[in-house]
């Protein structure tokens, strides 16, 4: 007790940025992650699990502030001192695993894995603390052909959840490109030239003000906070934005088109031709395997914020457009993502390791396909409910379970220490279909009452005379105690066919 003499209570509430998941929201996820997992083993990738503590260090300069591990990541320092954070993505894990393991690895080495991630950001509106991803990655293969297999994937994954082509797309660019842009301009590799980088990733959401305000000296959200821009000269930024949006404009005709206006923007810089030379060989096997502009396209906007990647970086957006429960439009952009990092297993080897990959976010996507109508919705069926009418026939209750369990029917008994009355309210709650009663009549004529709770909801709607109820009571019959496991099945097959 405190002071007061007031027993404490903590206020029961989930933490800032985080949320709990109910029963439907589960099964939709692991029916999700079921179906990308079939496309990524398909592709031949292996599953692989990873610890969600990683020692700050190995996360090194990709944390957000390295001087600070506390900034970005969730961290403490252990009890010898050194930093742990949870893990910000799967893929500094990933490179962490590599190294630890590289020798008795078959290289390339490929692997898939999902779980949750955690980042000590600011949430808002769909942005969580905690999300789930799901990623599959290739390392140590050093032709971007492993990048192209990359997009295509994401292609297929999305139209196995049942996105179609034209309502999603898979937007591709090269890290390269950007430096021979900012190159010839005059920005130098360091911290203004990440923060372009930043300011252009940002196009789709913000537009061009909101980009040539990052390119300058900073902007300010609509909550008030401040983001200090790159510090641009206007001739500077100008070019930055005229590559981003003439870009834009060459999506709508071919990838071959998009490619001959940015060799124009990179001029002669080594980089940005290398970058160009990459995306012509990508763009022939997306052409060979049949993937077309409706699938994957090349966007000048394209960056990733993480300062990890070397090459070729993708997102997959959905085109998709809804209204939020207040009736504002919401445009999802993107769910998933991905890259080129070739430097990632090197800070622990000391030698270059290429390695590419994927990532599907789970969370953003199952957001997204619900606000769209379009979440596979919970087809499992709730339990039979047996009731527990007599504390000394326990046993009894037990054995019905065990049957309709046996038997392949969701089951359980009544654990709760109420009367009838409670019991039926608790059924209906659970949403059970059927309830097997055994009360002291039924035992001694060696019968089970079975209530068809679906049907009877039905039938009351249509049936206003309390006595024509009572005498036709069609949603309830008495069956010899041999039959239970048939009659159930019988009453299940009128409402769940499958169950039958």
Known sequence: MNKSGKTFRPKARVPKGLRDSSAGMVRA???????????????????????????????????????????????????????????????????????????????????YQTGPVWRNEKPGPGRFRQFTQFDADTVAAPGVAADAEMCMMGADCLEALGIARGQYRIRVNNRKILDGLLETIGVEAGAVHGTVLRAIDKYDRLGRRGVELLLGAGRKDESGDFTRGAGLSDEQAAKVLDYVESGVEATQT?????????????????????????????DALFTAAGYGTDRIEFNSWIVRGLG???????????LLETKDEKGNPVRFGSVGSGGRYDGLVERFRGAKVPATGFSIGVSRLQAALELLGRLDVDDVTPPVVVLTLDANRMADYQAMVSELRQAGIRAEMYLGGSGMRAQMKYADRRGSPVTVIEGEDERAQGVVTLKDLILGAEMSKEIEDNAEWREGQPAQISIPRGELVAQVKAMLARHHPHQA
């Open 308 to 318: 990890y990647y070397t090459g070729p970086v993708f997102e997959s957006d959905l």
């Open 254 to 282: 071919n990838r071959t088109d998009v490619l001959e206006g940015w060799a124009r923007v990179v001029g002669e810089t080594v980089v940005g031709r290398e970058g160009i030379a990459e995306l012509a060989e990508m």
């Open 29 to 111: 996820e692991a029916r999700m992650i079921a179906r990308i997992r079939e496309v990524y083993e398909r592709y031949g990738f292996d599953p692989l699990e990873t610890s969600a503590f990683e020692y700050a260090d190995a996360l090194g300069k990709f944390l957000p502030d390295e001087d600070r591990p506390n900034e970005g990541v969730f961290a403490f320092q252990d009890d010898d001192e050194q930093w742990l954070a949870l893990r910000y993505d799967l893929t500094a894990p990933l490179a962490r695993y590599v190294a630890e393991n590289y020798e008795s690895l078959p290289k390339p080495f490929r692997r």
